[in-house]
Structures are given as structure tokens and as C-alpha cells.
């Protein structure tokens, strides 16, 4: 089959792809390659050469629906896309082709990478969330796929652009994930049947826990000393190549983003957006307000005791009630601190039983049922302490999913390549902001100690981040650090109509 110029890239994608499974279902077999041809790859296009864009490369890259090939990346950090680049192709051989003049380390290298693919291609979006809406809206004009990792939106001013955008891609029949894979989880969604079917009764209280110690880029010292540590070369790959020069503002704040509100949304948004979406797909809703409390009574994590205190916008520890407009609840416990109990999970408790949403980590969920509210710690089989152990018979248990479970990273990915191939609608980007707005909507209430509704987190005018698009590596950064190189904190209950002053 080759590629008619008067015909349309995402009908050729489609037509390839029928006649894929056409052959597949004459062969009996599984369905092979769509095609060999160069028209008939999809081609990716990589932004944000990071760990979490690294590995959603490697997700994509492994899809076995057709030929899929690494053909651009991007980044403000030449030593993060290298690393990446090798990473990838070690793994990948024949799937990377990447030349150096399709290597672009700048702000603007997204446009760069995006340049390089075709109606029916794909851009990864794995920079930090601020830069979002920037780089999907220049998709959208060049008539791009997107992949996106969560959360797509860091505050009210955010999401409302998200959700305008997410009509505009769907106006140009754009497909468009966002990295919730757990949403494909095949354990989490005959739960879901299940709940919705009515085995929990009505659904009454969900709780979700996140749990551990330190964690990313969470906490940081002062800029100076992180510089020596870089410098020494004891930072390690994540905060850049050792004996660098001095680094600026802007750089240092994005090396670290998870330690500042306008990067990431901090380590809530980052961290317990999967548990919350999760809990909220199950209970088929959005909550309408959120009341919380939290706090940094004691940490000294990653500054030397003699160099001062970190200087990073998060709390330690988040309790956070959510409301849904029936009245029933999530609680979510979230603790980041080193030496206290560890947990991870969420749980879906209904007039009848109770429903185990997830029980370690991510993936797998090992999904269950218990009849009434007493379950046994089994139910936390996934954990590696147990999974060597012989287990007693669990009580009140009345299903369970199968065993092993797909992983969720990789379904996302299979169903975001099949809906090019197949040309079925695919738009994930309004249920994606929503839950990002919800996640900020519980942090803004621990941040301010207020009780904070949908509406009004939708509707906040603090923009963490105004003229992102616009940011430069030497220009000034978002955020302002006063003469001890420390960073607005959030005060609850002094600061109340913003997360910080």
C-alpha cells in the first residue's frame, strides 16, 4: 500500500490499520506490524527528556499495534536529553532516529521537535506540568497527537486554558492521553463495573493513602548549596553533570520543580494526583469542596544542619477531606517523612462491603471485594515482605481480579496508537484538567486552611506561573527568593485567598 498524496495521513494510519487486522484475522494469529512503509509509522516526538519522559518513550516505543520510531526530542538541559538519548536507544535499536539537528535544547525546542512530525504523529509532553497548555497549544495549530503526563494544570488560571484547548483539539479530531494510566487498568475497571453495578451498595467513604519518606525533588536546600553539591559532583544525574557552572534562578527552580508550586503544583499535585483520580473514578464524580490541614513542623531532609533549613514550598504531611455533592467522602493521608509507617493504597467502602481500589504502589492493583467492612492485611498482597509468605484464607472476600495484571503504562499507550490507527475519538484532556483542578483544589485547602470548592479553585485568579511562555534560562524566574534564599511559603490561616504571598 502507498501513500496517495491527496489522501489524508490519518486515513492512510486507518486504512493501514484495517487491513492489519484484516491480515491478522486471516492468519489467526496476532496482528503483525500495520506496515513497513514510512507513511504508515507513527512517528514520536519527545519533550522533556526527564525520567517520566524517558519512560513514557520507552512505553510508546514498546506498543506492538505497528512500526513506531523515535525521530525527535527536546529539552532546556542538554545533559538530561543525552542521558535519554542513550537510555532509549540502547533499548530500542532501529526505533531511535534521532540526529543531532533533531536534538533541540532550548524553551523553544518544543516547537522544534513538533516540526518534525506529521498529521497522525505524536509529541510527548513530559517537561514539568507549567509548561502544559504552552506546548499542547502549539500542537494543536501544527495539527499534532499529544501525550501528556499529569497533572496537565497547576492552578485555576491553568486549567481554564486547558479545558478551552481541550475543545479546540477536539474540533481538529486530535487524540490526545493524559499519563492517568491507571484509568486503563483492566483490575481498577471491572472494580469499577462492579461498584457501578451495585456489589458495594452505595458508595459512603473513600480513602487513599501516600505515604513514605522523601521523594523527588520535594525538598531543597538553598540554591547556593546545591550548587556545591552539583559542583562536587555528589548530586547525582538528576541535578545535572558535576563541575558545571554556576546555574541560574530559572534553572535551579526547574531542576527541582517539584519543590516549587508553579513547576509541578509540589509534591500534592505530582504525587497524589493517581490516588485522588483513582478514588474518583470510582466513585464516578468530582468532589465539590475540599477542607485539609498540614504542616513542616520539623525537617531538615536535604540541608546540612549547619547550612540552614530547605528552602522548598511543601509541607511534610497533608490531611485532606473531600465532600461530593451526595454528601459521601475521600479522605486522603499523604506523609512524606522519613522513619514513619509506609502506605499506599486506596479503598472504596460502601453500604454493603468494601472495595480495594489499589494496594501498593501503582501497578498491579490487585484489586478485591469483602463482604461488609472488615478486610485482612492480605488485601496488601502486592507488598514484596509478603509476597514470599504463606498467606491465611482471606475473610469476607467475594472477588478478586486475575492475576497477573497488564501493566496500566503500557495499556495507555496501546489505546492512544489504536485510536490513530482506527481514527476512533480519543480525548482525555477535560477529564485529565478536572482532576488536576481537584488536586489543587485539596492542597490550595491545606495551604490556606480554608475550605476551598470546585468553583472557587476554577475560578482562583493567582496564576502561579503568568508569562511561562515567555520564561528564559537567564531571565527572572516565576518565583522570587528573599535575601536568605528562601521562597514564600504557604502560611494557613494568615495567607487565605492564595497558596502563598
Known amino acids: 500500500m502507498h501513500y496517495d498524496s491527496s489522501q489524508s495521513r490519518r486515513d492512510f494510519l486507518k486504512n493501514t490499520s484495517a487491513a492489519a487486522l484484516s491480515a491478522g484475522a486471516l492468519a ?31 512505553n510508546a516505543l514498546s506498543v506492538q ?59 510527548i509532553f513530559a517537561t514539568p506540568p507549567a509548561f502544559r497548555w504552552v506546548h499542547f497549544k502549539y500542537a494543536i495549530e501544527k495539527g499534532v497527537n499529544v501525550f501528556m503526563e499529569k497533572p496537565v494544570t497547576v492552578d485555576g488560571p491553568s486549567t481554564r486554558k486547558m479545558l478551552a484547548l481541550a475543545e479546540e483539539a477536539k474540533k481538529k479530531n486530535l487524540k490526545v492521553a493524559v499519563g492517568l494510566m491507571c484509568r486503563h487498568c483492566k483490575a481498577r475497571g471491572e472494580l469499577f463495573d462492579r461498584i457501578q453495578n451495585g456489589e458495594l451498595g452505595d458508595l459512603i467513604t473513600l480513602r487513599c493513602y501516600r505515604m513514605h519518606g522523601p521523594v523527588g525533588s520535594a525538598f531543597s536546600p538553598p540554591r547556593q548549596i546545591w550548587q556545591q553539591t552539583v559542583s562536587s559532583g ?44 483513582e478514588c474518583c473514578w470510582m466513585k464516578n464524580d468530582w468532589p465539590v469542596e475540599a477542607q485539609a490541614s498540614g504542616g513542616r513542623n520539623y525537617r531538615n531532609h536535604t540541608t ?38 509506609d502506605q499506599f493504597a486506596s479503598y472504596a467502602h460502601g453500604s454493603k462491603g468494601v472495595g480495594v481500589i489499589s494496594t501498593s504502589s501503582h501497578t498491579p492493583a490487585y484489586c478485591r471485594i469483602y463482604k461488609g467492612q472488615k478486610f485482612t492485611a492480605t488485601a496488601r498482597a502486592g507488598r514484596r515482605s509478603e509476597r514470599n509468605q504463606a498467606l491465611p484464607p482471606e475473610e469476607n472476600l467475594l472477588w478478586k481480579c ?21 481514527d476512533q475519538p ?31 479553585m476554577l475560578n482562583c485568579e493567582h496564576e502561579f506561573a503568568p508569562g511561562i511562555d515567555k520564561l528564559t534560562m537567564d531571565g527572572p524566574a516565576p518565583l522570587k527568593a528573599d535575601a536568605n534564599g528562601r521562597y514564600p511559603a504557604p502560611m494557613p490561616g494568615i495567607v487565605t485567598d492564595r497558596e502563598y504571598a
Open 426 to 456: 480519543y480525548n482525555e484532556v477535560e477529564r485529565g484538567a478536572k482532576a488536576s483542578l481537584v488536586t489543587s483544589m485539596g492542597r490550595m485547602a491545606a495551604h490556606t486552611g480554608q475550605i476551598i470548592t470546585y468553583d472557587q
Open 28 to 58: 489467526g494469529a496476532t496482528i503483525p506490524a500495520v506496515h513497513a512503509a514510512q507513511d504508515s509509522t507513527v512517528q514520536i516526538a519527545l519533550v522533556g527528556c526527564g525520567g517520566r519522559g524517558t519512560g513514557a518513550a520507552q
Open 402 to 422: 486475575q492475576q497477573p495484571e497488564p501493566n496500566p503504562y503500557d495499556l495507555e499507550w496501546e489505546d492512544l496508537i489504536r485510536a490513530i490507527r482506527q
Open 304 to 341: 546540612p544542619l549547619d547550612k540552614g533549613q530547605d528552602i522548598d514550598q511543601n509541607f511534610d504531611n497533608y490531611s485532606v477531606e473531600y465532600t461530593f455533592k451526595d454528601g459521601a467522602k475521600l479522605l486522603l493521608y499523604g506523609r512524606t517523612m522519613a522513619g514513619c509507617h
Open 234 to 277: 555528589e548530586g547525582g544525574r538528576k541535578d545535572g553533570p558535576a563541575g558545571g557552572s554556576d546555574v541560574s534562578e530559572v534553572a535551579f527552580q526547574i531542576r527541582r520543580f517539584h519543590s516549587f508550586l508553579w513547576a509541578s503544583g509540589g509534591l500534592y499535585s505530582d504525587f497524589y494526583i493517581h490516588n485522588i483520580d
Open 65 to 123: 499495534n505497528g512500526p513506531i520510531k523515535l525521530v525527535a526530542m527536546a529539552d532546556v538541559f542538554d545533559d538530561r536529553l543525552k542521558t535519554s538519548h542513550k537510555a532509549l536507544a540502547d533499548k530500542f535499536e532501529g526505533q531511535i532516529d534521532v540526529p543531532n539537528d533533531r536534538k533541540f535544547i532550548s524553551f523553544d525546542g518544543y516547537k522544534n521537535a513538533i516540526d518534525c512530525l506529521r498529521p497522525g504523529d505524536v509529541a
